[in-house]
Every structure is written in C-alpha cells, then in structure tokens.
C-alpha cells in the first residue's frame, strides 16, 4: 500500500492518532483504505504515520461498507 494517497478524509481517534480515508490502487487494482496514523507527540512539529492497524478493501465493496455503518449507527440510535 502507496502511504502518497490523497486522503479524503480524516478524524481525530485520540491525542496521538487521526483515522484517515483514501483510494489507492495496487497492481492494477483500486482499494478503500481505512488506516489509523499516529505523531509522536514527543515531537510536536513531526509527521503523521501510517500504522499497520487499519481496513483495505476492494472498491467493489464500498457499498456493503456504507450498509455496515448506517447499521451501526441505527444501533447506536436506539
């Protein structure tokens, strides 16, 4: 997995670590990339990094991924 993807979107998990969205495409194929990143926080002007913690899924499955989440926001609902 490419770490130069556009990220498409981004949210903050903790102090330390943002959740980041993109599409990459690996030996001829595209991808969903959910992938959390972390700074040390050591060192406050450092960079972002890819952790190995994270979800990559065929594009073919976006829309099974979007059902799981209203699923699970419905449940968060009641």
Avoid: C
């Amino acid at each position: 997995m490419s770490n130069d993807n556009p990220v498409l979107h981004e949210f903050q998990k903790n102090a330390s670590e943002v959740v980041r969205a993109s599409v990459g495409e690996y030996n001829g194929k595209d991808y969903l990339h959910l992938r959390i990143w972390f700074k040390d926080l050591a060192d406050p002007g450092g960079e972002f990094h890819p952790t190995k913690k994270g979800l990559t899924l065929s594009v073919d499955l976006i829309d099974d991924l979007s059902e799981a989440v209203e699923k699970l926001k419905e449940k968060l609902r009641r």
